[in-house]
């Protein structure tokens, strides 16, 4: 998106299901769609793209970063399997909510910067909310995360190729 970089490794739905019986069926665990459901308001529920519903992404190389984009779908759930404990190695998230453009997350004085540890997790309005992941600062370092796309039944999603060139 806006060329932003991508620089990880990462694994798609389609994969995940042939390997793993436990990210799926948590994925769709009515326990935690529930919780997902109260925590954001309104109901929440499963996607159909196999490729999107559950991904894991890999920063471990150093400059590794998720640069600057929104998402396909409006919720995402991020859990945290690794990150680096101390936020001045990066790994960040850098959010912007109600972005007009990307650009805006370079606006200092509006976007926000989050730390996070494994065993985090997070739930973000992730098709309004402009975010990126900063790059990882130094070798040795991982950041590995599962997210979990999530719709609405009023919620139009807005398809991009960007699931594909990622995850396909
Ligand atoms: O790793 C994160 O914290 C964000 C992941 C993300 O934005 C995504 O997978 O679309
Ligand atoms: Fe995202």
Redo the contacts with the bound molecule.
């Keep these: 998106m806006d060329d932003s970089p991508r620089h990880m490794t990462t694994l798609g739905g389609q994969v995940i299901v042939e390997a793993s019986d436990m990210i799926p069926a948590l994925y769709r665990d009515p326990d935690l769609v529930g919780l997902l459901t109260r925590a954001a308001g309104e109901p929440v529920t499963e996607i159909d793209d196999p490729l999107e519903r559950h991904?894991l992404?890999i920063l471990h190389r150093v400059g590794d970063t998720?640069g600057a984009?929104t998402?396909d779908y409006p919720y995402?759930l991020?859990l945290f399997l690794e990150a680096p404990d101390d936020p001045a190695d990066g790994g960040l998230?850098h959010f912007l909510p109600h972005a007009g453009s990307l650009y805006d997350l370079d606006a200092a004085d509006r976007a926000r910067t989050a730390h996070h540890r494994a065993g985090d997790a997070y739930l973000l309005r992730?098709d309004t909310t402009a975010?990126r992941?900063t790059p990882l600062s130094r070798p040795g370092l991982r950041r590995t995360?599962l997210?979990f796309a999530y719709t609405t039944p009023t919620a139009r999603p807005h398809r991009t190729g960007s699931a594909t060139e990622l995850y396909a």
């Design positions: 991904v992404n998720h984009h998402d995402a991020v998230l992730s975010h992941v995360v997210n």
